[in-house]
């Protein structure tokens, strides 16, 4: 059976330092890969997505980056974050026109 | 372009009685639309999904909901509440070829005692 692991699952940051999510699917070859951002009472904002090995395509210009070093690894980073980069960071993996999401990662920046 | 739009941010209801979470879309070709439920600090789950196959779709845990072409609404009910039901919901969208998926924003239900 397929699975999804995203770490680390929470994380408290200071203004300016890096970032570094990661999330790996197990179970399944080339899946389409994503990343959202859930902000309180604004559901879901699609960051980036991914449909194969080095192909990234972003939805939103931001602070954020994202790359697909292995087939099944996604990993979202910024260089220097923002306050606004708090959030709640969902890694998802897709098939079938269905989203498998991980557990998320909650990101406090102060 | 696709995009929903959940009409509700709260709804609450008591055990036992009817839920209704509304949720209407936007789509330039006829959409592939999803239900899913989140509970808090957890990922998200899929409740049912619509592709252009039966326009009244059943999901998990009792839930269903009825693709409107006329109305562009994608409304999701259940019978009878329950406790558990308690979390939030999101209607989505996805593109056509299922690349990408967009979200409403959420519709947290309460389920009273």
């Known amino acids: 059976s397929q699975t999804i692991h995203q770490w680390p699952a929470t994380l408290v940051q200071p203004v300016g330092s890096p970032l570094s999510l990661e999330c790996t699917v197990e179970?399944?070859?080339?899946?389409?890969l994503y990343w959202y951002r859930q902000a309180a009472g604004r559901g879901l904002q699609l960051l980036f997505y991914?449909?194969?090995?080095?192909?990234i395509s972003s939805e939103v210009p931001q602070n954020l980056s994202a790359s697909r070093p292995q087939d099944r690894q996604f990993i979202l980073s910024s260089k220097k974050l923002l306050l606004s980069d708090s959030g709640f960071y969902l890694c998802?993996?897709?098939?079938?026109?269905?989203?498998?999401f991980g557990e998320g990662s909650r990101l406090t920046v102060l | 372009a696709q995009s929903v739009t959940q009409l509700d941010s709260h709804v609450s209801v008591s055990e036992g009685t009817p839920v209704l979470l509304r949720c209407n879309y936007s789509?330039?070709?006829?959409?592939?639309l999803f239900w899913y439920v989140q509970h808090p600090n957890k990922g998200l789950q899929l409740l049912l999904k619509?592709?252009?196959?039966?326009?009244l779709v059943k999901g998990i845990n009792g839930f269903e909901a009825e693709f409107k072409k006329s109305e562009t609404s994608f409304h999701l009910t259940k019978p009878s509440a329950h406790m558990s039901d308690a979390a939030e919901y999101f209607c989505?969208?996805?593109?056509?070829?299922?690349?990408?998926?967009?979200f409403g924003s959420g519709t947290k239900l309460n389920v009273k005692p």
């Open positions: 998802a993996w897709g098939y079938a026109g269905e989203l498998f």
């Open positions: 179970g399944t070859s080339n899946p389409n």
């Open positions: 991914s449909v194969g090995i080095g192909q």
């Open positions: 789509s330039s070709y006829s959409p592939s």
């Open positions: 619509y592709t252009s196959a039966a326009t």
């Open positions: 989505v969208v996805s593109s056509y070829n299922f690349n990408k998926f967009y």
